[in-house]
């Protein structure tokens, strides 16, 4: 690639007016082509008709759209949409489009793999490659508008990779999809989910957008958690939880906290309880997830109704406000925790 190009997806809203200012263009002319972009999905600057030919020759020549190409589309029974898109460099990162009663939900990847290992998930089985860049972020999103027609009501970083390990680029796709002139999308309805990055959850606490934050706990002791999510070795949970209550005040935000019932690994009631204890004062909203099967442990499986009732009736009992979630997009491993990148 040659360096003095600019490349679209790159450009913040202040990087568009810089560049236009330096061309000698009003400076509206940023958010006429972020409209284009970001609103209308119209990613050839030959269509943006109310730029002047000269202007859209220009920025052709000048600045490259480079978008995930699409490798492979599948849809599952129900109705789950997943997606396999091809870098500039040829890595390869997958995304989910969720449909619930009409609402759609975007699940984007924010890292080539995922560093951290975790027992139960297939994206850290296939280790590493690189964190995405902004435009590679963002470009997943805006091609399943485009390819789907219409807006999508909420994104979350629950694709491949860890959201709070690639925070400059994540923070800079949030700003610019929350941005008035670029996507407009509300802060509540963007959701970074981490496996407990305390010092990128400290950022958050002080991050200027709401949005909205969900932690991937399964486990509420420190020796299981060790077990069963390596990072926690680096953050256990006393610093973690700390970091949530840090949040909490803060921003007065509730968190949700993300729990796969793995069989007999960690279902077992006296875990309920120990989470109550964890999480006391926090008020948090948990998300139940089935445990998904994954190719690398097949010796993992989902925890029977049997024992996920008596997890629940003591979530129930303990007063916490639960959820048990339904799989979604399973027969085309696009479920939690499925995404391999194509691998
Ligand atoms: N790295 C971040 C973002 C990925 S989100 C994080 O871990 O939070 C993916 C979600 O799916 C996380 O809550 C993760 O813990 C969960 N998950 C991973 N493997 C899973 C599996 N096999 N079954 C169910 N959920 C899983
Ligand atoms: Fe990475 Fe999240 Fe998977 Fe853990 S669960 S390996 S942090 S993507």
């Known amino acids: 690639m040659n360096d003095n190009y600019y490349d679209a997806l790159e450009l913040s809203l202040n990087d568009w007016q810089i560049l236009f200012a330096d061309w000698g263009e009003p400076k509206f002319r940023a958010g006429q082509v ?48 997943k997606y396999l898109w091809q870098m500039n460099d040829g890595v390869r990162v997958e995304s989910v489009l969720l449909n619930h009663g009409g609402h759609r939900t975007a699940c984007i990847s924010s890292q080539a793999g995922c560093p951290l290992g975790c027992m139960f998930c ?50 800079s796709a949030i700003r610019s999809l929350n941005d008035k002139s670029m996507r407009n999308l509300g802060a509540r309805h963007i959701t970074i989910s981490t496996s407990g990055i305390v010092p990128g959850i400290e950022d958050l606490a002080d991050f200027e957008i709401p949005i909205r934050l969900s932690l991937s706990l399964h486990a509420a002791n420190d020796a299981l958690r060790n077990k069963l999510m390596p990072v926690n070795k680096q ?88 959820e048990l979630r339904k799989e979604r997009g399973g027969d085309i491993a696009a479920a939690c925790g499925q995404l391999a990148g194509g691998k």
């Open 34 to 81: 972020c409209q284009w972009i970001y609103a209308k999905k119209v990613f050839n600057y030959h269509d943006m008709s109310n730029l002047s030919k000269d202007l859209r020759v220009k920025l052709s020549e000048n600045v490259l759209m480079t978008l995930p190409v699409l490798i492979r589309q599948q849809t599952s029974r129900d109705g789950t949409k």
């Open 122 to 171: 297939e994206t850290g089985a296939n280790g590493f490659t690189r964190n995405l860049t902004r435009g590679e972020i963002l470009g997943q999103f805006l091609m399943m508008e485009k390819l789907n027609g219409g807006d999508i009501n909420n994104i979350v970083f629950m694709g491949m990779g860890e959201p709070l390990l690639n925070e400059a680029a994540v923070f």
């Open 235 to 322: 953050y256990p949970l006393q610093k973690l939880t700390a970091a949530l209550r840090h949040y909490r005040e803060r921003t007065g935000e509730r968190i949700t906290i993300e729990y796969a019932l793995i069989d007999r690994v960690n279902d077992a009631v006296e875990y309920a309880y120990e989470l109550g204890a964890l999480l006391d004062g926090l008020q948090p909203y948990v998300n139940l997830i089935p445990y998904n099967a994954i190719p690398s442990r097949p010796e993992l499986r989902r925890s029977s109704d049997g024992r996920v009732k008596e997890f629940c009736g003591a979530l129930s009992e303990l007063k916490i406000e639960y």
